[in-house]
């Protein structure tokens, strides 16, 4: 089992940028992809970014593209997401997540084994 903590959260205005971080712990971090995924109040869980267990492969979400970075830092047990340009409709709770058993780009949330919290991205516009 993986614990997941995020943080970075926050009131960000549009245009600006937040760096959400999510730190694990229990199995070996480099041995799964990590995602992040999102849900916004009254709407269903969204796919945002998934990373390879190296860091070597990313893919994000069109609604996020060029905006949007995600990263790891595997002697860290840590994953980011860089969020830059960011839009009113990019507020929702973030949520990362350990995938159960693949080192590879998986984007179906039942993939994912392990979950964090969330933390509370708003942009106001």
């Known amino acids: 089992q993986v614990q997941l903590v995020e943080s970075g959260g926050g009131l960000v205005q549009a245009g600006g940028s937040l760096r959400l971080s999510c730190a694990a712990s229990?199995?070996?971090?480099?041995?799964?992809?990590m995602g992040w995924f999102r849900q916004a109040p009254g709407k269903e869980r969204e796919f945002v970014a998934v990373i390879n267990w190296s860091g070597g492969s990313t893919y994000h979400a069109d609604s996020v593209k060029g905006r949007f970075t995600i990263s790891r830092d595997n002697a860290k047990n840590t994953v980011y997401l860089q969020m830059n340009s960011l839009k009113p409709e990019d507020t929702a709770v973030y949520y990362c997540?350990?995938?159960?058993?693949?080192?590879?780009?998986?984007?179906?949330?039942?993939?994912?084994?392990?979950w964090g919290q969330g933390t509370q991205v708003t942009v106001s516009s």
């Open positions: 997540a350990a995938a159960r058993w693949s080192k590879g780009l998986v984007l179906v949330a039942d993939e994912f084994g392990s």
């Open positions: 229990g199995r070996t971090f480099s041995s799964y992809a």
